[in-house]
């Protein structure tokens, strides 16, 4: 079955950017069934969609970032990457990478803590 | 913007209780609804989705159903493994999606 392992820093500063990777082992990241999303969790709280990427490179985010927002996917390494510009304090998460289909998110990476501060 | 709201927000129950958790959504959905159970420093785990289909590999006590807006999980019959916090999260716009705010399950 599909494994998806995240990799990326813990500590951004503030205004910085956050930037984490996906890699997917044990099935293609062009695979036409899935798409490839990222997925967020501040501390205590609830869960955020940030956005999701076909393997073609077609994109949709979620309003409340996509402005600073870039999720790419390199279908030469069976990997997708988030990119989150202009970070605060806010951006501080656990990150989740995942494949969605349309019955749901059926496998997640480990999640990586995000922390942002100087 | 689809928004879903879980209720309760926090609920107690003991082992062997009968448990349901209810979602709604702003606008209709069809059956394009997904249940998850996340335990504390993991990734969340799918239970349910189209509504009402069992993800392989999870125990038949857990049952969803609903169609359009209004939305149930279901435990029959608690087990200690079972107390988490539980999601639901629609898909009709997919691939945006949106969770609810979830729901946490404690023991009495």
Known sequence: ?118 | DIQMTQSPSSVSASVGDRVTITCRASQGVSSWLAWYQQKPGKAPKLLIYAASSLQSGVPSRFSGSGFGTDFTLTISSLQPEDFATYYCQQANSFPSITFGQGTRLEIK
């Open chain 1, 1 to 118: 079955q599909l494994q998806l392992q995240q990799s990326g820093p813990g500590l951004v500063k503030p205004s910085e950017t956050l930037s984490l990777s996906c890699t997917v082992s044990h099935g293609s990241i062009s695979n036409t069934n899935y798409w490839w999303g990222w997925i967020r969790q501040p501390p205590g709280k609830g869960l955020e969609w940030i956005g999701s990427i076909y393997y073609s490179g077609t994109t949709y985010y979620n309003p409340s970032v996509q402005s600073r927002v870039t999720i790419s996917v390199d279908t030469s390494k069976n990997q997708f990457s988030l990119k989150v510009t202009s970070v605060t304090a806010a951006d501080t998460a656990v990150y989740y990478c995942a494949s969605q289909d349309y019955g749901g998110v059926d496998y997640w990476g480990q999640g990586t803590l995000v922390t942002v501060s100087s």
